[in-house]
Each structure stands twice: as C-alpha cells, then as structure tokens.
T-cell receptor, first 113, second 111 residues
C-alpha cells in the first residue's frame, strides 16, 4: 500500500545530541516537504525538495538540514539539539504536475531536555 | 507572503448539529486543501479543492477562487468529528513551494 512513513514517532533527547528524523514514501512522488508545528499552533514549512539532489529552505527559518539522495527518502538532521527545537515535525509528499495534493506522514514528536 | 484566515477559531456544538467553517486567502492559489488533525497529531486529508464543490459523506467543501474563500460544511456532527480543522493553500511560484496553513478551527462536538 502506498504510504508515507516517519520514524521515530516520539523522541526524547538531551541537549547537544545529533538527531536524524526519517521520512520515506512509497507513493512515487517527486516533491517532498518538512513542516514544523508547535503545540496548539499551525504548521510552518521549513524545507522542501523538487526531486533528487534538490533541497530548498521554507518560509520558517530552521537550524535543521535535509538531504535528498533517493526519491523516496527525505531525512531531516539537527546537528546539536536544543530545547527550542522541541516541536512536532511532519513530512509530506506530493506528485509533480498540476494535481499537487499533499499527503502527510504521522509526524515525529521531538522533546529536547 | 500569502495570508490565510480561518473562522471561527473555536466552535462547540452538540452531536447532530451542522457547521460551516470558513477560509479566506489573500492571493490566487493553485492548491487548497482541508485537513482534520486528530488528537494524535496526524493530518487527515479531507478535500483537495482549489476550485469548485466536492462532497464526501457528511462533509462537503466549496471554493470560490475568484473571491478567495473556501467553506467546509459538516452535517450531522459526531463526537469523532472533534479536533482541529486546517485550511492550507499553495501559491504557485513555479515549483514545490509548500502549503501555507491557517491557524485552524478547533471543533468540539459534545454528546
């Protein structure tokens, strides 16, 4: 079944640790996105990608980085986690072309102590 | 950037009631989506509706692109409809530019 997956679902980690949030999709989509959502707030775009070897920063400034080496995989990395990075991170994908509906993964809830 | 305003911000209804949620946006868009965020944080796609009208069971949506607004209708509400409803739009700038979300409508359906 075509889907979009995120791991881990929950992560509690100490300040200064390096973390990677995984996102994979089996929908065959070229475009992928990362959004950040603080509790009770709306989502904000932090990164997006048109395809392999393409990455762009979104509207919300973020200290995280992303890579796109394979079409189906779009991991997000924080080199040194801080309490201000505590948030929910949601990955999404969409097809190319005029029909561009986005589909979201279940999210990773990150807590940095 | 594009502005997305949702109303009302909060809505409390009894089971069985009908409701209308509104989304206003400030520019022409090539994508408009309605989502329901469940208590576990997952976004559920309700409608992809940059223009026109669609229906799915008790839910329907209408987007009037020329007047820059969209409406989500929920009929015969059930307690499982509770949660946050987001409207999100994408301003076409020639690529994968991502969605801009409104602040959401927090809906509570009481039994």
């Amino acid at each position: 079944e075509a889907d979009i997956y995120q791991t881990p679902r929950y992560l509690v980690i100490g300040t200064g640790k390096k973390i990677t949030l995984e996102c994979s999709q089996t929908m065959g989509h070229d475009k992928m996105y990362w959004y950040q959502q603080d509790p009770g707030m709306e989502l904000h775009l932090i990164h997006y990608s048109y395809g392999v070897n393409s990455t762009e920063k979104g509207d919300l400034s973020s200290e995280s980085t992303v890579s796109r080496i394979r079409t189906e995989h779009f991991p997000l990395t924080l080199e040194s986690a801080r309490p201000s990075h505590t948030s929910q991170y949601l990955c999404a994908s969409s097809p190319s072309g005029s029909y561009n509906e986005q589909f979201f993964g279940p999210g990773t809830r990150l807590t940095v102590l | 950037g594009i502005q997305v305003e949702q109303s009302p911000p909060d809505l409390i209804l009894q089971e069985g009631a009908n409701s209308t949620l509104r989304c206003n946006f400030s520019d022409s868009v090539n994508n408009l989506q309605w989502f329901h965020q469940n208590p576990w944080g997952q976004l559920i796609n309700l409608f992809y509706i940059p223009s026109g009208t669609k229906q799915n069971g008790r839910l329907s949506a209408t987007t009037v692109a020329t007047e820059r607004y969209s409406l989500l209708y929920i009929s015969s509400s059930q307690t499982t409809d509770s949660g946050v409803y987001f409207c999100a739009v994408e301003l076409f700038r020639g690529g994968a530019d991502g969605l801009t979300f409104g602040k959401g409508t927090h809906l509570i359906i009481q039994p």
